[in-house]
């Protein structure tokens, strides 16, 4: 049917390529485009002969858009699917611009140098897209990304009105190292070391990091600590769901990586503020991560699951309503599939859904546009195809 460009070549971009390839109908060609080409190839020659995707490579650097769209431009891609980093959104959907090339992501802007990130800055793109007559479709992950597709689908079927949402994301697997992060670091310590936030009664309300836990039990994966983090879903939901009051988001983590975290944090390594060091400038939060362990290696070692879901509570027929809609994804089997754990396999799955429902033309709308203002449906059935089945519950435990 087309071919799609992923940008990026890490563990999410490493599941969706996967899947591309196992889905050749829809991905008859796909280009790896990525900084670091050997990992590009290395992908390549053990995709190649196992799949009727014809596969192709580039290095590029993605923040310069002169160079990346002279890429798409010479690979002619029907979709980008951007699995690189945050900071590269802006220049990737200005080289689709320039390209007239749909785009995909699965986190939204962050500028490098202040860890805090928000629609806006994608948002100020939705004429020139829609002029364009081309879609970016913006958070295509797991959260954001099928939490909104969730609330797409609860809206659509169960509810006149949603009140309340509750998402959940829970992480039971262990890797069995003290301290390690399930996806990129910097950015997954950028996320949890931030203030606390969420939406109520038309406005938000800050908290200090960690400062809201709760105790879950969690299908399949039992009890829980979590806690409530600011999460960028909560933005484009609150804006795009009638009726809703309130969206939180919680998310679970064990004592040993808050303690870690927070010696971490004291020390003061999880800082974004350049240091000098022997005479170079270091930042400590990318030092960290170079010292880490890399996540793409957790996936041997993870056993568990993952339950990532959302609550509502809203009203049908003047009737109030309960409903969680949730996945559980086992490491080990993500693991056998994919050779990733179950984090990278969560977001990786949604991605090539996305870009499959721009590529086949399920999904048309030109413009900038967040994933829960499509029709859920055919989303919903292809998570169910691909790998991420969805279970419903009517009278789901509620968080206080
Ligand atoms: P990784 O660090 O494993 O991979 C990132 C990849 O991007 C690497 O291959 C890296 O290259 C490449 N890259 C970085 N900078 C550039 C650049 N300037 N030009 C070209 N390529 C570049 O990250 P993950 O796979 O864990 O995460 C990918 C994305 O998915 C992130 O944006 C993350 O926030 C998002 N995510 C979303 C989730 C969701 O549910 N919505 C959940 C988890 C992650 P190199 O190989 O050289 O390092």
Same mark, same amino acid.
């Given at each position: 049917?087309?071919k799609?460009?992923v940008?990026?070549?890490?563990?999410?971009?490493?599941?969706a390529?996967?899947?591309?390839?196992?889905n050749s109908?829809?991905?008859?060609?796909?280009c790896i485009?990525?900084?670091?080409?050997?990992k590009?190839?290395?992908?390549?020659?053990?995709?190649?002969?196992?799949?009727?995707?014809?596969?192709? %490579?580039?290095? /590029? *650097?993605?923040g +310069?858009? @002169?160079e990346?769209?002279?890429l798409?431009?010479?690979? $002619?891609?029907?979709?980008v699917?951007n699995l690189?980093?945050?900071?590269?959104?802006?220049?990737i959907?200005?080289?689709?611009l320039a390209a007239? %090339?749909?785009? /995909? *992501?699965t986190? +939204?802007? @962050?500028?490098e140098?202040?860890a805090?990130?928000?629609? $806006?800055w994608q948002?100020?793109?939705?004429e020139k897209?829609?002029?364009a007559?081309?879609?970016?479709?913006?958070?295509?992950?797991f959260?954001p990304?099928?939490?909104g597709?969730?609330s797409?689908y609860?809206?659509?079927?169960?509810?006149d009105e949603?009140?309340?949402?509750?998402?959940?994301?829970?992480?039971?697997?262990e890797?069995g190292y003290?301290f390690a992060?399930?996806?990129?670091?910097?950015?997954n310590?950028r996320?949890?070391?931030?203030?606390g936030s969420?939406?109520?009664d038309?406005?938000?309300?800050?908290?200090?990091?960690?400062e809201i836990?709760r105790?879950?039990?969690?299908?399949e994966?039992?009890?829980?600590?979590?806690?409530?983090?600011?999460?960028e879903?909560?933005?484009?939901l609150?804006?795009?769901?009638p009726?809703i009051?309130r969206?939180?988001?919680?998310?679970?983590?064990g004592?040993?990586?808050l303690?870690?975290?927070k010696?971490?944090?004291?020390?003061?390594?999880?800082?974004?503020?350049?240091?000098l060091?022997?005479?170079?400038?270091?930042v400590p939060?990318q030092f960290?991560?170079?010292?880490?362990?890399?996540p793409?290696?957790?996936?041997?070692?993870?056993?568990g699951?993952?339950n990532?879901?959302?609550?509502?509570?809203g009203?049908?027929d003047?009737k109030?309503q309960?409903?969680?809609?949730y996945?559980?994804?086992?490491?080990?089997?993500c693991y056998k599939?994919?050779?990733?754990?179950?984090v990278s396999?969560t977001?990786g799955?949604?991605?090539?859904v996305?870009?499959?429902m721009l590529m086949?033309?399920?999904?048309?709308k030109?413009?900038?546009?967040?994933i829960?203002?499509?029709?859920p449906?055919?989303f919903?059935d292809?998570l169910?195809?691909w790998?991420?089945p969805?279970?419903i519950?009517?009278d789901?435990?509620l968080?206080e």
């Amino acid at each position: 049917m087309g071919k799609v460009m992923v940008i990026g070549c890490g563990g999410v971009a490493g599941v969706a390529i996967r899947k591309c390839c196992a889905n050749s109908q829809v991905f008859e060609e796909l280009c790896i485009a990525s900084r670091t080409l050997s990992k590009c190839d290395a992908l390549k020659s053990e995709l190649e002969g196992t799949t009727g995707t014809k596969i192709t %490579t580039a290095q /590029v *650097d993605a923040g +310069n858009v @002169e160079e990346l769209t002279a890429l798409i431009k010479r690979e $002619k891609p029907q979709v980008v699917l951007n699995l690189a980093l945050p900071y590269q959104d802006l220049a990737i959907m200005e080289a689709c611009l320039a390209a007239k %090339t749909h785009y /995909v *992501d699965t986190a +939204n802007y @962050e500028p490098e140098d202040t860890a805090k990130f928000e629609y $806006k800055w994608q948002w100020a793109y939705r004429e020139k897209f829609e002029k364009a007559g081309i879609t970016a479709l913006l958070g295509s992950g797991f959260d954001p990304g099928v939490t909104g597709v969730y609330s797409a689908y609860a809206l659509k079927h169960y509810f006149d009105e949603i009140n309340y949402i509750d998402i959940l994301d829970c992480n039971g697997g262990e890797h069995g190292y003290p301290f390690a992060t399930n996806f990129n670091p910097e950015i997954n310590i950028r996320e949890v070391s931030a203030k606390g936030s969420y939406w109520e009664d038309g406005q938000w309300v800050e908290t200090e990091p960690m400062e809201i836990k709760r105790v879950y039990n969690f299908p399949e994966v039992g009890e829980k600590d979590m806690y409530l983090l600011h999460h960028e879903e909560l933005e484009s939901l609150a804006l795009n769901i009638p009726g809703i009051k309130r969206i939180r988001f919680f998310m679970t983590f064990g004592q040993s990586y808050l303690t870690h975290l927070k010696c971490l944090e004291n020390v003061g390594m999880t800082s974004i503020e350049p240091i000098l060091y022997e005479g170079k400038e270091i930042v400590p939060l990318q030092f960290l991560k170079a010292v880490l362990p890399d996540p793409a290696s957790l996936g041997p070692r993870t056993k568990g699951k993952t339950n990532i879901g959302c609550i509502f509570i809203g009203k049908k027929d003047g009737k109030e309503q309960k409903l969680y809609i949730y996945n559980v994804c086992d490491h080990q089997e993500c693991y056998k599939e994919t050779g990733s754990q179950a984090v990278s396999y969560t977001t990786g799955v949604p991605a090539m859904v996305g870009a499959m429902m721009l590529m086949n033309g399920t999904w048309n709308k030109p413009g900038v546009h967040n994933i829960e203002e499509f029709d859920p449906d055919p989303f919903m059935d292809a998570l169910n195809q691909w790998g991420l089945p969805y279970q419903i519950s009517h009278d789901p435990c509620l968080v206080e």
